[in-house]
């Protein structure tokens, strides 16, 4: 992953009285992470048809081709998903993290399925390399800033990595974990999903499950 590697951005849509959201079902915007923080190549999504997402219908997406540090955005429900592929880098920092953060535990049920918490209760996710998050800052419903290098930033002189919200600068760990002390009151939502193999998630079904659920 190079300089002159290729950056898709998405664009600004705004929505309910100056709130912004990124929403695209056909790009992905990804991340690299550590030293030497840049741009990546753009990943493609799987499309849903339009019927389909305004169904609420599961949306399944290939993660074959997601490197370590980087991230696919989807969308479901209106929705903007991210899914990131964390480096051992990201796991290892995330237990540092609780005496910082609002809920460490994640003890609201509202904002994600019970069992994204039954391994280690610091990633949210079931495989731990493998974060689902919906993109919507629990604030004002502006979307946050991936901001992944571990490094000081203006808003944090001691960031280890994580989302930022540029509308009322919320942040959030690398596994959606709200900080103390900022306007957001809830972690990031984990929408329900499952693994159809090793390589190919579904967003929108509960394991075991055959029918679409309720988002988080």
């Not at 753009?42 to 599961?58: E, H, M, V």
């Not at 969308?75 to 990131?84: A, K, L, S």
């Not at 990633?123 to 571990?150: D, F, N, Q």
Request: aromatic share 8%.
């Amino acid at each position: 992953m190079g300089n002159d590697a290729v950056e898709e951005r998405l664009e600004d849509q705004p929505i309910n009285q100056g709130r912004r959201r990124f929403l695209t079902a056909t790009t992905a915007v990804v991340g690299a992470v550590g030293v030497g923080f840049v741009a990546v190549p753009f990943i493609k999504s799987w499309n849903p048809s339009a019927k389909a997402k305004l169904a609420g219908a599961p949306v399944k997406q290939d993660i074959s081709a997601l490197q370590d540090g980087m991230r696919i955005v989807l969308e479901w429900r209106g929705q903007p998903i991210w899914i990131v592929k964390r480096t051992k880098q990201m796991l290892d920092i995330l237990p540092t993290l609780d005496s910082r953060l609002r809920d460490p535990k994640s003890t609201n049920a509202d904002q994600q399925p019970a069992y994204v918490l039954k391994g280690d209760y610091h990633y949210r996710s079931i495989k731990p390399e493998i974060s689902v998050l919906v993109g919507i800052c629990t604030h004002l419903g502006c979307s946050p800033e991936m901001v992944a290098e571990i490094k000081p930033e203006p808003f944090d002189p001691d960031w280890k990595g994580g989302y930022f919200c540029p509308c009322h600068k919320s942040r959030y760990d690398m596994a959606g974990r709200v900080y103390d002390g900022v306007p957001a009151p809830f972690n990031l939502a984990v929408p329900p999903h499952n693994y159809e193999s090793d390589t190919m998630i579904v967003i929108g079904l509960d394991p075991g499950s055959s029918t679409s659920t309720g988002a988080a």
